[in-house]
């Protein structure tokens, strides 16, 4: 399990997340939602390290990944996967490079081992003949399934996923969200995607953190979502004429 | 206000570099990828201009020559000075300046605003010193060697123009160049050009290691590093030059 506590974040003085405390279940499909600007990304990135927090605590399993040193954070890290939002694929390298990179650095295992791992990595996002491809020879559909195969190489028990449909078809985006979803339950990882995709809210979101101008207003399910009265939650999911028409339809029938 | 901050940030930045490398095979093989790259890639580059300049000092000097009482071999030894002392160490590491800080910065730069570099990070790789300590090294060591081929290539240029415009014989230009020769100036230039793949190698990794924003950010910082990389190559010529040869 992760937990926030009380985090504040800003940037040159703007305050960017303002006293925000959740907890991310582990073997569930946390998601972080919010219009662009909200706080969302940086609210991930502080959570992995990317950003130091101002104020507050970021505790994985128990241990404090706010108060612990560099070298004791380097394990935790050794123990996250991460999904950027333009996959963040190392161009100089194919895909089988890619994915291998976490095993090369991280693991003693055998050149056979580690190509017998790569492999199987590459099968289960349903990419096996790319190996000797690269990033620029790639959709954007399969950016993202290497990239994931590269998160889950060493077998982590974070899955951190930023904006993962950003830039795909609803079809591939579907996709992707699927194999996100069956990975964490497979790995029983604590999964964090941070997403303003309804269509993934609806779809996968077990655990949902609605964030607003750097505070979170809302936490919740993907059955509660369509119910709640929060007016800035509705908002932002109903801000399509469509959906909004078909939630009024709803509301008249009395359903 | 702002050469302080960078120039505080740019030690701040050698302390992340010089870290212990995560694993030193994946190290060893970084480095020889990058004297592949950066240094034997440069060596078309560093015999075109070489061979160039060579001929044109040994031609300039010449015909700058006016009393006959002064000897034909003086071409040579104005030559084999120029080249060894200035040309090949510090001009020609202005123009790596320009090639492979350029290089290095863009390199480095497009990987941070494409987010390579915080994927290393989550991973619990030190960017810095993965990305830029390999550069560094390989530059170091390759660059004296560059400076080595222009230095005879440099020669061998002057040679060929003075002979083959009939302007300084080859007996006379050969007997030039061995003309009181001093060997430190070879150490010196040696010397100079440790310090200076030094500077491009770290300078040009600092400006691209700091990019922030987009494309657009990227050349302006590949530019930077250019410039600044070249400034202090310049500086440091100054410096070296006034303790080694003072």
Known sequence: ?255 | MTFLFHTGRYFLFLKKVFDKPVKLNIFFKQIIDEIDDLGVGSLGIVAIISVFIGAVITLQTAYNIELPIIPKYTVGVAARDTILLEFSSTIVSLILAGKVGSHIASEIGTMRVTEQIDALDVMGINSASYLVLPKVVAMVFINPFLVMISMGIGIFGGWAAGAFTGVVPSAEYIYGIQYAFIPFYIVYSLIKSVVFGFLIATISGYWGYYTTGGSLEVGRCSTRAVVVSSIQILLFNLILTQLLLA
């Open chain 1, 1 to 255: 399990m992760i937990e926030v506590k009380n985090v504040y974040k800003s940037f040159d003085g703007v305050e960017v997340l303002k006293n925000v405390s959740a907890r991310f279940e582990p073997g569930k499909v946390n998601l972080i939602i919010g219009r662009s600007g909200s706080g969302k990304t940086v609210l991930l990135k502080s959570i992995v390290g990317l950003h130091e927090v101002d104020k507050g605590e970021i505790i994985y399993d128990g241990r404090s990944f706010t108060n612990m040193s560099e070298k004791d954070r380097k394990q935790i890290r050794k123990e996250i996967g991460m999904l950027f939002q333009g996959s963040a694929l190392f161009d100089s390298k194919t895909v089988e490079e890619n994915v291998r990179f976490p095993l090369d650095v991280f693991s003693d295992l055998s050149v056979a081992e580690k190509k017998e791992r790569t492999n199987f990595c590459l099968k289960r996002v349903n990419l096996e003949n790319a190996n000797n491809l690269y990033p620029s020879e790639l959709s954007g559909g399969m950016q993202k399934r290497v990239a994931i195969a590269r998160a889950i190489s060493l077998n982590p028990k974070y899955l951190f996923c930023d904006e993962p449909n950003s830039g795909l078809d609803p079809k591939t985006a579907i996709v992707i969200d699927e194999l996100i979803y069956e990975i964490t339950k497979e790995y029983n990882m604590t999964t964090i995607i941070n997403t303003h995709d309804m269509n993934s809210v609806m779809g996968i979101g077990e655990k949902i953190i609605f964030i607003s101008e750097g505070q979170k207003v809302w936490e919740g399910s993907n059955n509660e979502i369509l119910i709640s009265d929060n007016k800035q939650l509705n908002d932002f999911i109903y801000a399509s004429k469509f959906l909004k028409q078909v939630r009024e339809g709803f509301l008249k029938k009395g359903i």
